[in-house]
């Protein structure tokens, strides 16, 4: 198994070295007249959007994670006390009926 993930990872590293290397050419990037105009290789732009994608989809996982374990605490709550319920419904209370037939 570990070579099966060298071998996938020496193939991505190879293939984002070669993408950079073909995709030298620059891209004049500007917005409105809000940012002074600036060239960049077409592949940073290209790493620095996936990069940002990557940024933000783990902000949203981050999100998703703490509302489950919120969620995952509430309900553990509720478990809890609906077996201390189950429990003191099951068990007589002192004094309480017959005591406990035993075998002859």
Do not use: C
Request: glycine share 6%; charged share 20%.
């Amino acid at each position: 198994m570990k070579v099966i993930y060298t071998i996938i990872v020496v193939l991505f590293v190879l293939f984002v070295i070669t993408f950079s290397l073909e995709n030298t050419f620059a891209v004049q990037l500007k917005y409105h007249d809000f940012i002074t105009p600036f060239t960049l290789p077409a592949y940073m732009l290209i790493f620095i959007s996936f990069l940002g994608g990557v940024v933000f989809t783990g902000f949203m996982g981050i999100v998703e994670r703490y509302r489950l374990t919120r969620t995952i605490t509430r309900l553990n709550k509720t478990i809890r006390d609906l077996r201390r319920d189950l429990q003191d419904r099951e068990t007589p209370a002192l004094g309480a009926g017959e005591p406990p037939a035993t075998p002859m």
